[in-house]
T-cell receptor, first 116, second 112 residues
Framework: EAQVTQNPRYLITVTGKKLTVTCSQN?????MSWYRQDPGLGLRQIYY???????DKGDVPEGYKVSRKEKRNFPLILESPSPNQTSLYFC???????????????FGNGTRLTVT | AQSVTQPDIHITVSEGASLELRCNYS??????LFWYVQSPGQGLQLLLK??????LVQGIKGFEAEFKRSQSSFNLRKPSVHWSDAAEYFC??????????FGTGTKLQVIP
C-alpha cells in the first residue's frame, strides 16, 4: 500500500531533550516536506526536500533540522525542543511532475508533540 | 506571495443538506488549487484539484469545486452531506515547485 509513515504518533518530552521524528514513503517520490499544524494557523511548512541531499527552509524553519540521505526517508530533528514547538506535525511527499511542479501531496497521519 | 482565505472557521449542517465551503485565494498567475480533507486523527487527503480546463472539477466522495477567476474563489460543494463527512477541510494554492500555501481550515460538523 502506498503510504507515508511517521513515527511516533505521540511524543511527550521536556525542554532541551533532542528528539527525532521519522518519516518514510514507499512511493519513490522525489519531494518531501514537513509541516506543523496549529489551531487557527493552518499548515505551515518547516522544511522541504526536492531530492536526496537537497533540502531547503520553508516558512517556519527555526529550531528544526532535517536530512535527506535516502530518497524514502526525511527525518525531522529538534535539537533543543522548546514549549513553542508543541504542535501537530505532518510529513508529506509527492512526485515532481510537470513543468511547474504542483503535484498533490500525500500526507502521513501526523505526530502530536508536546514539549513541557 | 500567494495566500488563501477560508472565512468560515466552523460550519454545522444537517445530514442530507447541501454544503458549500468557501475559499478565496490571492495569486498573481494562474493558480493550482486543491481541497484536502482531514478526518480526526488522520493526515490530509486530497479531495480534488484544479490545474486548468473545465472550471467545475469533480473529486472523491461526491465533492465538487468550481473555480471562478473573476471572484478569486474555489468553493467546495456537496449536494447531500453524510455524517461521515464531518472533518476539517483545507483549501490550498500551489505556486510552482511544490510551494503550497494552505488556508486555516473549516471544521464541518454534521448533525443528524
Amino acid at each position: 500500500e502506498a503510504q507515508v509513515t511517521q513515527n511516533p504518533r505521540y511524543l511527550i518530552t521536556v525542554t532541551g531533550k533532542k528528539l527525532t521524528v521519522t518519516c518514510s514513503q514507499n512511493m519513490n517520490h522525489e519531494y518531501m516536506s514537513w509541516y506543523r499544524q496549529d489551531p487557527g494557523l493552518g499548515l505551515r511548512q518547516i522544511y522541504y526536500s526536492m531530492n536526496v541531499e537537497v533540502t531547503d527552509k520553508g516558512d517556519v524553519p527555526e529550531g528544526y533540522k532535517v536530512s535527506r540521505k535516502e530518497k524514502r526517508n526525511f527525518p525531522l530533528i529538534l535539537e533543543s525542543p522548546s514549549p513553542n514547538q508543541t504542535s501537530l506535525y505532518f510529513c508529506a511527499s509527492s512526485l515532481l511532475a510537470g513543468s511547474s511542479y504542483n503535484s498533490p501531496l500525500h500526507f502521513g497521519n501526523g505526530t502530536r508533540l508536546t514539549v513541557t | 506571495a500567494q495566500s488563501v482565505t477560508q472565512p468560515d472557521i466552523h460550519i454545522t449542517v444537517s445530514e442530507g443538506a447541501s454544503l458549500e465551503l468557501r475559499c478565496n485565494y490571492s495569486y498573481g498567475a494562474t493558480p493550482y488549487l486543491f481541497w484536502y480533507v482531514q478526518s480526526p486523527g488522520q493526515g490530509l487527503q486530497l479531495l480534488l484539484k484544479y490545474f486548468s480546463g473545465d472550471t467545475l472539477v469533480q473529486g472523491i466522495k461526491g465533492f465538487e469545486a468550481e473555480f471562478k477567476r473573476s471572484q478569486s474563489s474555489f468553493n467546495l460543494r456537496k449536494p447531500s452531506v453524510h455524517w461521515s463527512d464531518a472533518a476539517e477541510y483545507f483549501c490550498a494554492v500551489g505556486a510552482g515547485y511544490q510551494k503550497v500555501t494552505f488556508g486555516t481550515g473549516t471544521k464541518l460538523q454534521v448533525i443528524p
